[in-house]
T-cell receptor, first 111, second 113 residues
């Protein structure tokens, strides 16, 4: 099983550029989430989804958009990248009552 | 809103010594509590999870944690550290199972030979 797959693994953006971080899971999980990890701050929840067509904001949603058109995919969009968005991004999925599975992360640098 | 405080950003122990990583939480409802481990350049791996019932939770790799409601704590322990335990450890809390987790800042564990 592939589990949770994130692409790309690394990305460098210029300030103001847009991009989409991809996340796909093959476990038919209802729940999917995006986190960012910064030194000394742990992981902070950006957005999450409890099923296709349903999304909600987490702790740090500003500057990010999400959508959930299918159960499998949960892309994270940066509309206008800023240096403050330089971080490592993790996607996670889980079923109701089940453990969360994390992807390997996307390391994003905004210059 | 729920939150987690991990006491000590770095903990160093000798191989074979007791490992104790501290976590205190805040939650307005009975919490779900988690410990995750992260090895360099990798994602997070679940060590253990508390939902309801028995307050002493056993996880993988010999780790366990005890939920103490009166102290709002969920400290992680392992009787005897191994070199392979060196990693970063994160405590997390959720009010709605594991979809909306709030993480602590993490504790980096170093194991000395």
């Amino acid at each position: 099983n592939a589990g949770v797959t994130q692409t790309p693994k690394f990305q460098v953006l210029k300030t103001g550029q847009s991009m989409t971080l991809q996340c796909a899971q093959d476990m038919n999980h209802e729940y999917m989430s995006w986190y960012r990890q910064d030194p000394g701050m742990g992981l902070r929840l950006i957005h999450y989804s409890v099923g296709a067509g349903i999304t909600d904001q987490g702790e740090v949603p500003n500057g990010y958009n999400v959508s959930r058109s299918t159960t499998e995919d949960f892309p994270l969009r940066l509309l206008s990248a800023a240096p403050s968005q330089t971080s490592v991004y993790f996607c996670a999925s889980s079923s109701e009552g089940g453990r969360a599975f994390f992807g390997q992360g996307t390391r994003l640098t905004v210059v | 809103a729920q939150s987690v405080t991990q006491l000590g950003s770095h903990v160093s122990v000798s191989e074979g010594a007791l490992v104790l990583l501290r976590c205190n939480y805040s939650s307005s409802v009975p919490p779900y509590l988690f410990w995750y481990v992260q090895y360099p350049n990798q994602g997070l791996q679940l060590l253990l999870k508390y939902t309801t019932g028995a307050t002493l939770v056993k996880g993988i790799n010999g780790f366990e944690a005890e939920f103490k409601k009166s102290e709002t704590s969920f400290h992680l322990t392992k009787p005897s550290a191994h070199m392979s335990d060196a990693a970063e450890y994160f405590c997390a809390v959720s009010e709605y199972n594991n979809n909306d987790m709030r993480f602590g800042a993490g504790t980096r564990l170093t194991v000395k030979p």
